[in-house]
């Protein structure tokens, strides 16, 4: 008897042969291995490949049964469907379409396994990659999603291919020929610079190549050290340069590097005081992620980086100011830089701002942590803080808010005597401090307590000669 085909691991041929066909093939098999009759007789092939055959029919059993459970659908459905809409490799409808460096499209999970095997070429074309990224080609997935739709058949969820260490060396010479662009002429300068920007957004391997290189950030911010962002044809340059720059930012092993790059503080600093909006708010989220270390706290604050992030503050733009007091509370967690926010107007910006009740939560904090500064005590007695405080308790619900208020208010009081009469008078009219010491968290209570206790001991009027 001739060996069947059956049992070829290929998923087309697999799939043709229905449950109850592999069923009845693996219990013959399994009956002649147990009863051990005589194999050759029974079915054409000896002892031991009868148990090959047996182990092949039950694998190929489960890949139907895998097959099946994955797919909500008739296999049949996508009989019909566009040639388009299948994988040029896997011959199947695409689950992730993506896009590789030929312009072709193919299913990810195939033309990952193509790339993972060491081809370098577009499997249709023939043609040599210059890089291996993916890029989804949304189109196509919209269009099948859009056919299954209109056919009542769901599209199952994209098959993963688990290796994601591909191809480093075309992509590392994409990211050698992009650097060596930022030196070339302007209409290079701003390709190069887009398709950086794009590359460390999706890509970690890009930011990585940055810190493996001791010229790649000189590199990136050479355009920036010869050109001023005055017009518009610089500031788009300058806003996906600055945008790179906090992309490969958040690669832990780039934070040092970046901070210690001679230039690169000082141009972030420009494009936190000019070019378009996102660059400056992008500068600030730059600052934010490097300050993350300790030694780059000190290093930016020494830079003169908080007055331009307390202007960009100041300015109010809904965009720019999260990522503006962001970085500025990072920065202040290191002591000199609180005297340096101070000096540099912070405290006026902060409860002009929060008078307005804008970026109320963060601001607060901010605040809170320049308190321990004398000056900024002062200066926070003199521009009405106490008043200011006392509302947003009474309005928000906040918890950590509240607590916020009545730790600045608590460092007040022990430290300017003339706002107690205030603090008295709001808490014979309102009960305010009463009523956090009652059922604010633990810290706010005792806070409570404290300026309670101060307000109400009586003074001391003695005076000796």
Not at 19 to 46: A, C, H, M
Not at 339 to 354: P, Y
């Amino acid at each position: 008897m001739a060996k069947s085909g059956v049992f070829e691991r290929d998923p087309t041929a697999a799939a043709k042969v229905t449950t109850d066909n592999l069923k009845k093939e693996l219990q013959r098999l399994v009956k002649s291995i147990v009863e051990e009759s005589s194999p050759d007789e029974e079915i054409g092939f000896g002892f031991i490949d009868c148990i090959d055959r047996a182990t092949q029919t039950l694998q190929s059993l489960k890949d139907l049964k895998e097959g099946m459970k994955h797919r909500s659908y008739d296999n049949t459905s996508f009989d019909s469907c566009p040639q388009e809409f299948n994988c040029p490799l896997s011959k199947e409808i695409m689950r992730d379409p993506v896009i590789i460096s030929s312009g072709k499209t193919y299913d990810r999970a195939s033309i990952q396994k193509w790339l993972k095997a060491g081809n370098r070429t577009c499997p249709k074309t023939q043609q040599v990659l210059t890089h291996t990224i993916l890029t989804p080609n949304h189109l196509v997935r919209d269009m099948i999603t859009q056919w299954c739709k209109n056919r009542g058949v769901r599209l199952p969820g994209p098959l993963v291919y688990s290796d994601q260490n591909l191809a480093t060396e075309p992509n590392q010479s994409l990211f050698r020929s992009l650097l060596n662009k930022l030196s070339s002429s302007l209409p290079d300068q701003k390709e190069a610079a887009s398709s950086l920007r794009s590359l460390t957004k999706r890509i970690p391997s890009f930011r990585a190549f940055f810190g493996e290189s001791d010229d790649a950030i000189p590199q990136l911010l050479a355009p920036l050290s010869v050109i001023k962002p005055e017009t518009e044809t610089h500031r788009d340059l300058q806003e996906d340069l600055i945008t790179t720059l906090l992309n490969l930012s958040i690669h832990d092993n780039n934070k040092k590097i970046v901070a210690e790059t001679p230039n690169a503080i000082p141009i972030l600093l420009d494009a936190l005081r000019l070019g378009t909006i996102e660059t400056r708010s992008n500068a600030a989220a730059t600052l934010f992620t490097l300050s993350a270390l300790d030694s780059n706290k000190s290093l930016i604050g020494k830079s003169g980086a908080l007055k331009p992030l307390i202007d960009l503050l100041d300015e109010g733009h809904v965009i720019a100011m999260k990522d503006a007091a962001s970085a500025i509370f990072n920065l202040c967690i290191v002591h000199e830089n609180k005297s340096r926010a101070v000096r540099d107007g912070a405290v006026t910006v902060i409860l002009k701002k929060i008078g307005e009740r804008v970026q109320v939560d963060e601001l607060l904090a901010i605040l809170a942590m320049l308190s321990s500064n004398q000056k900024a005590v002062e200066e926070m007695s003199d521009l009405g803080a106490v008043s200011c405080l006392f509302s947003l308790i009474k309005e928000t619900s906040c918890d950590r808010n509240k607590e916020n208020c009545i730790a600045i208010l608590h460092t007040i009081c022990f430290n300017d005597r003339t706002q107690w009469r205030e603090m008295k008078e709001e808490e014979s009219k309102y009960g305010t401090l009463s009523r956090v010491a009652g059922d604010g968290t633990s810290r706010a209570k005792r806070k409570a307590n404290g300026i309670l206790d101060r307000i109400n001991r009586p003074i001391n009027r003695t005076h000796t000669a």
